[in-house]
């Protein structure tokens, strides 16, 4: 069982940055595939980036390409979102999520999730 904890969501004018964290509970946390996914308004669950256990493979959407970084100090039990030149279209709940195994992209892959943070982003 795997607990998380999502922190660092608010307000930011666009242009603006943001580093999002995700505290986890469990000794086996390096076992996990870390994702974030993000949920806007009247919108279904979309996936963000995520990043496997050995820190070796990251992947991400195209909507935020060259702008987000996802890392993870497995010391700390910790992901992060790094969220630079943000955009109104980024305003979303941000969900952190753990599986165990290979990175997938779907949210119905996850088995864990935090119960998100709200980032907004005005003009």
């Known amino acids: 069982q795997v607990q998380l904890v999502e922190s660092g969501g608010g307000l930011v004018q666009a242009g603006g940055s943001l580093r999002l964290s995700c505290a986890a509970s469990?000794?086996?946390?390096?076992?996990?595939?870390m994702g974030w996914f993000r949920q806007a308004p009247g919108k279904g669950r979309e996936f963000v980036m995520a990043?496997?256990?050995?820190?070796?493979?990251?992947y991400y959407s195209d909507s935020v390409k060259g702008r987000f970084t996802i890392s993870r100090d497995n010391a700390k039990n910790t992901v992060f979102l790094q969220m630079n030149s943000l955009k109104r279209e980024d305003t979303a709940v941000y969900y952190c999520?753990?599986?165990?195994?290979?990175?997938?992209?779907?949210?119905?892959?996850?088995?864990?999730w935090g119960k998100g943070v709200l980032v907004t982003v005005s003009s």
């Open positions: 469990g000794r086996t946390f390096s076992r996990y595939t």
């Open positions: 999520a753990a599986r165990e195994g290979r990175v997938l992209t779907g949210p119905r892959d996850y088995n864990y």
């Open positions: 990043i496997d256990g050995t820190r070796t493979r990251t």
